[in-house]
């Protein structure tokens, strides 16, 4: 016991860190989920942090220059995929200054962490935003952990604090979330306009009902049929609205 106190008096807690431990004083990532298609994307290195960006954001829709002297096997074997020909270039040289040009987003992962920062400040100095891999004083963006089930997307950031703490979050989400959570969205996104259309001018009514088909899909394995929604709907009309 007397070591596990003694171990505690220098663990490296000062005043803020105390009074931000209920999260109240702690200024935390503002997260906002942006549609990057067609977005220029600028890597810096081309080791694994890069082919794992690049297959976190392909799936998006992002177009991306890889720029390093040297690229992974993996970023050859998708460049070679037509698959990616419109939206995937591996430049083989060093950075340039003028890579920059053009770039919506910027991703610095070179195994030189001045050449990273350099990156960071031209970045800066361009209103370009942009991300150090690992060095969160640097960024002006940071990646969240992503948990993803077709149109369903959660992003789980601890601000670079405890990256355990994110995988721990990652996987009680995954371990809860419906294998077919995503075709559901998929299909309530479907009803939409029908259920605007037939409750114009009653959004708690319209909100009411989409939490109920919610409901019915998950317990029904995710998954409603074009009758059990057409009953409900009915349902909610018999029952009259605002």
């Not at 503002?30 to 067609?38: K, N, Y």
């Not at 390093?68 to 037509?82: K, N, Q, R, V, W």
Request: charged residues 25%; proline residues 5%; contains cysteine.
């Amino acid at each position: 016991m007397n070591g596990c106190l003694r171990l505690f008096r220098y663990l490296p807690w000062t005043d803020r860190s105390r009074e931000g431990m209920g999260g109240a004083n702690i200024m935390a990532y503002f997260p906002f989920f942006a549609d990057i298609e067609g977005m220029k994307w600028l890597i810096a290195g081309g080791g694994g942090v890069a082919l794992r960006k690049v297959r976190d954001l392909l799936p998006y829709g992002a177009v991306i220059e890889v720029v390093s002297p040297d690229m992974s096997p993996g970023l050859d074997e998708m460049a070679a995929d037509s698959t990616y020909a419109d939206c995937l270039t591996l430049t083989r040289r060093g950075f340039e200054d003028r890579d920059l040009d053009g770039a919506d987003f910027v991703i610095a992962a070179t195994s030189e962490p001045d050449l990273n920062s350099r990156i960071s400040t031209l970045c800066r100095s361009k209103r370009i935003p942009v991300n150090v891999v690992d060095v969160k004083e640097e960024c002006s963006f940071i990646f969240p952990s992503i948990v993803r089930e077709g149109p369903v997307v959660v992003g789980i950031s601890t601000g670079g604090m405890s990256p355990v703490i994110a995988r721990y979050l990652k996987a009680r989400i995954q371990s809860v979330m419906p294998d077919s959570l995503g075709a559901l969205t998929a299909q309530l996104g479907a009803c939409r306009q029908t259920i605007k259309d037939l409750f114009p001018d009653s959004p708690r009514v319209r909100s009411a009902l989409f939490y109920e088909l919610a409901e019915e899909g998950l317990s029904h394995g995710g998954c409603l049929s074009r009758e059990q929604i057409q009953i409900i709907i009915n349902r909610k009309l018999e029952q009259g609205h605002e």
